[in-house]
T-cell receptor, first 114, second 114 residues
Framework: QKEVEQNSGPLSVPEGAIASLNCTYSDRGSQSFFWYRQYSGKSPELIMFIYSNGDKEDGRFTAQLNKASQYVSLLIRDSQPSDSATYLCAVKSDSGAGSYQLTFGKGTKLSVIP | DGGITQSPKYLFRKEGQNVTLSCEQNLNHDAMYWYRQDPGQGLRLIYYSQIVNDFQKGDIAEGYSVSREKKESFPLTVTSAQKNPTAFYLC?????????????FGPGTRLTVL
């Protein structure tokens, strides 16, 4: 059973601070990792994906991947109240015959306090 | 506008009834997916399809059925055999030729069994 674990939170940070969201996964063969943001009552929207060990930056967002430790994180710099949402970590694993599945964590709820 | 549409947004069903949720995309994506989300839970895969007239079961297919007669359409039927169907249902699609392999989500259908 492939598992993706996230701290459910809530994680509260003051406006302007760095928010750090963490995710661990059980399938060592996982290849790709995705972070989605989900506002209450809405569908998930993709923030970033990462394949390679190290950091990947996109604006205020940085994804970090450490395959040896089976750990992926998302840093949000200069957090804004509009960043308040649930962040879902998703891990891609092959299902064979060229198909794949995403396994989602339960999400971490982030609250940015003005 | 390109995107994924789901209808209806809210759906109420009596116990013992079958209901069909619509998902349409005009992104020319080959792959389509159905997920279920329960409060405080991650997304769980119900069914997916990578090509017209073909689909595979996900992790929780029991009590659900799908069809893929057209590339742009992937309707989900929730049958009376599904014991606890009240949930938020999300449809997603993916471009198999895309570099990122990311899935994009529709706005969702919230199903409530009365």
């Amino acid at each position: 059973q492939k598992e993706v674990e996230q701290n459910s939170g809530p994680l509260s940070v003051p406006e302007g601070a760095i928010a750090s969201l963490n995710c661990t996964y059980s399938d060592r063969g996982s290849q790709s990792f995705f972070w989605y943001r989900q506002y209450s009552g809405k569908s998930p929207e993709l923030i970033m994906f990462i394949y390679s060990n190290g950091d990947k930056e996109d604006g205020r967002f940085t994804a970090q991947l450490n395959k040896a430790s089976q750990y992926v994180s998302l840093l949000i710099r200069d957090s804004q109240p509009s960043d308040s949402a649930t962040y879902l970590c998703a891990v891609k694993s092959d299902s064979g015959a060229g198909s794949y599945q995403l396994t989602f964590g339960k999400g971490t709820k982030l609250s940015v306090i003005p | 506008d390109g995107g994924i549409t789901q209808s209806p947004k809210y759906l109420f069903r009596k116990e013992g009834q079958n209901v069909t949720l619509s998902c349409e995309q005009n992104l020319n994506h080959d792959a389509m997916y159905w997920y279920r989300q329960d409060p405080g839970q991650g997304l769980r895969l119900i069914y997916y399809s990578q090509i017209v007239n073909d689909f595979q079961k996900g992790d929780i297919a029991e009590g659900y059925s799908v069809s893929r007669e057209k590339k742009e359409s992937f309707p989900l039927t929730v049958t009376s055999a599904q014991k606890n169907p009240t949930a938020f249902y999300l449809c997603a699609s993916r471009d198999l030729a895309g570099v990122g392999n990311e899935q994009f989500f529709g706005p969702g259908t919230r199903l409530t069994v009365l």
